[in-house]
């Protein structure tokens, strides 16, 4: 079965940097897309970066732009997210997860909850000021 293995999370003064790490398997990822979300304190679960499998075409929210990177390493199976310049309101549950393009549409990166399929249990960011 697919399974998503998040990592990387931890306790860092705002400022910091930090490299999540996801390690999915089960699956043929084709022309699937790679997301990230997370989960604050009190908060509902948001989008914050998601990366095409094939093409590596990314989309982030607002609120990351220039500070979060998302990629992956295809060989390896693997995907990032590079976090840079943290700020304590970046404190949360990073969760990796996965969503099917079955239309094949290569400017598919869906951003809500229900359209992706597969979730690792989450990793925790925790930025202090």
């Known amino acids: 079965q697919v399974q998503l293995g998040e990592s990387g999370g931890g306790l860092v003064q705002a400022g910091g940097s930090l490299r999540l790490s996801c390690a999915p398997s089960?699956?043929?990822?084709?022309?699937?897309?790679m997301g990230w979300f997370r989960q604050g304190p009190g908060k509902e679960r948001e989008f914050v970066a998601a990366v095409t499998w094939r093409g590596g075409s990314t989309h982030y929210a607002d609120s990351v732009k220039g500070r979060f990177t998302i990629s992956r390493d295809n060989a390896k199976n693997m995907v990032y997210l590079q976090m840079n310049s943290l700020k304590p309101e970046d404190t949360a549950v990073y969760y990796c997860?996965?969503?099917?393009?079955?239309?094949?549409?290569?400017?598919?990166?869906?951003?809500?909850?229900?359209?992706?399929?597969?979730w690792g249990q989450g990793t925790r960011v925790t930025v202090s000021s």
């Open positions: 997860a996965v969503a099917i393009n079955r239309l094949g549409d290569l400017d598919y990166i869906p951003v809500s909850e229900p359209e992706y399929r597969y």
């Open positions: 089960g699956r043929t990822f084709n022309n699937d897309i």
